[in-house]
């Protein structure tokens, strides 16, 4: 029977399932977005923020196209260097500040210096009133430790010597007028006496 085999008994293997069918651009693109998007939704930004960013910058690139790259690369740059940027601003500005001030100070004792130079003159008097006002008020501070204090005692010793003479002569007075008088009324009564 020719080259067919003889026996029923043997079956051939089934039939293979057609290969699918060849996936055109877009059809690879909607894939390649769905792989993406999944790594983005599984990665996590706070354990793992590199692999975030880089997940979620080929998810945006495939979806976007290559000029949203080129954005988000002008804005991250943006917004890491501003702050770098705008710190160096505000150093600069103070530091231009600081110069400025300094500039001032310095043309001040330039002018200091040019005014002394020619001015040795007006610089003597001034140093001879200097010297005198000075020498005014170093006076006047040893006059005042010199001073009294201001409570003494010597007018109190003073009151009270005064008062004790007081007394005393009260009572010499007194024992002097005593004996005059005793002896006006003995001499009276004596008068009185020899007329009887």
Known sequence: ????????????????????????????????LALLKTALDNADKDTDPVGYEKARIAYYTLLNGQGWLNTEKQRIAKDEVEPVVSSYNSKYSALKGEQQSQSVFVNLANNLKAQQASGIEDNAFLQKQLSKDKDRADVLKRLSSFSTPSFSYIPIIIDIIIGILMIAVLYLGFTKVDRIRSFFVSSTDSIDGSIT
């Not at 026996?7 to 293997?13: F, G, K, L």
């Open 1 to 32: 029977m020719g080259n067919q085999p003889s026996s029923p008994t043997q079956t051939s293997a089934p039939p293979l399932p057609p290969p699918p069918p060849p996936c055109d651009l877009n059809c690879q693109k909607d894939k390649d």
